[in-house]
């Protein structure tokens, strides 16, 4: 077994950590938990991780614990197209077993052994969160704890090796030319699960590449070179408008996920959509806008949100304190349209988060907005900013409705 080319690392460890299930999200807040919650022992993060799903590279960006995939075949691929074996999820329990077995057997008896699911409760267990309100699942409960935990404990920044941010500097530099640039701007586009029934994943699937070009445009005019990341790919259309200030892995010739974790730590920026690929650079503290931010429990530390648009069957915008108070947690909107981000209203956002972090008196956060959304959200206990233009945006459709029905 692969676990046993580890087995001098295994030795040192004091708790093990055992991820069974999970997306790439959970490879990367499942280690970072585990770090803050404990700061003084030797952690091992084990992955259980099938073909296609993970990005394996997140186990060099940790400085402060080992984060080790043992790849499983539960999944076959036939050209893109996934077919879940029968039985996967026994499949799971039964290598889960095997692995702590292993552990407790021959490697490293005296060490404590968790699941993911329960170092997640862990932090709830520690009172950090007033708002662990009971009938939410662990699944939305915990963030809110990770949050209060990220405040409390700080951490190494996550990093690429060396070798391989100088080759993505090398590689951007040259890409770009003589173009003037004074930092990275990462953007990441979350398209999964597109058409899917999976009404929870389907529903915050973002907006076009295309509804993003002005944005950009505005982007490097400021002198930001735009580095896509996601579920999307630049044309060769595309890469050459732009002129190597807006390029994906393609156009350096470099791997998809050092180019995704490159750009997701180094980034001065971020831009992206409510999707795994938006933690690596919340853990890092990067300043954050979240475009087509969905459902209205969504918000993370540090960052502007701008929200998806709700129309009722009239066409008429919902009030933003009815989405916050009634639906936070609703994904279906029965009777409603979820309308995803425009193009004017994404360049809205951007342009309005790039003068607000050129500030340097800081940013107003809303209160008196704040103050209306419920305890037990993830955008209340985060601290998270309101985009001023999402709310401008409501205020000015909502006053020409009412000067157009006087």
Request: one cysteine or more; a positive charge; glycine letters at 4%.
């Amino acid at each position: 077994m692969r676990l046993l080319f580890h087995c001098q690392i295994l030795k040192k460890s004091r708790l093990f950590v055992l991820m069974k299930e999970g997306g790439f999200g959970h490879t990367v807040t499942g280690p970072d938990v585990a770090r803050r919650l404990f700061p003084d022992k030797r952690v091992t993060f084990i992955i259980l991780s099938e073909t296609r799903r993970h990005n394996r590279k997140v186990s060099k960006i940790w400085p402060d614990l080992h984060v080790i995939f043992l790849p499983i075949y539960s999944t076959i691929y036939i050209g893109n197209h996934p077919f879940i074996l029968p039985n996967s999820d026994r499949f799971r329990k039964i290598i889960s077993h095997l692995v702590i077995g292993l552990i407790n057997r021959m490697i490293n008896p005296a060490a404590e052994i968790l699941f993911l699911e329960d170092l997640y409760e862990r932090i709830l267990g520690q009172d950090l969160l007033r708002a662990a309100v009971p009938h939410l699942s662990l699944g939305y409960r915990w963030p809110m704890a990770y949050f209060k935990l990220q405040a409390r404990v700080k951490a190494p920044k996550l990093k690429v090796p060396s070798k391989q941010e100088s080759v993505m500097r090398t590689k951007l530099k040259k890409v770009r030319y003589f173009a003037k640039c004074k930092g990275f701007c990462c953007l990441y586009l979350r398209q999964k699960d597109a058409g899917s029934k999976e009404i929870a994943s389907s529903s915050r699937v973002g907006s076009s590449l295309e509804n993003y070009l002005t944005s950009v445009e505005a982007l490097n005019q400021l002198e930001y070179q735009v580095l896509l990341v996601g579920d999307v790919s630049l044309s060769r259309t595309i890469r050459d408008k732009f002129k190597g200030m807006f390029v994906d892995a393609k156009s350096l010739n470099v791997h998809s996920d050092w180019f995704h974790l490159f750009a997701a730590t180094e980034a001065d920026i971020f831009i992206g959509e409510s999707g795994g690929g938006i933690w690596v650079p919340e853990i890092n503290e990067i300043p954050m806008l979240c475009v087509n931010a969905f459902p209205y429990y969504y918000g993370l530390p540090r960052a502007w949100m701008f929200y998806k648009m709700i129309r009722d069957r009239t066409n008429q915008l919902v009030p933003y304190h009815k989405l916050f108070s009634d639906h936070p947690y609703d994904y279906e909107f029965k009777e409603m349209t979820v309308c995803s981000n425009t193009e004017s209203q994404i360049y809205f956002a951007v342009t309005c988060f790039l003068e607000d972090i050129s500030r340097k008196e800081g940013v107003d956060s809303n209160p008196s907005v704040m103050n209306q959304i419920p305890e037990n959200t993830w955008v209340k206990q985060a601290n998270s900013r309101l985009s001023p233009a999402w709310l401008q945006w409501y205020e000015n459709e909502l006053n020409v409705r009412t000067k157009n029905t006087k």
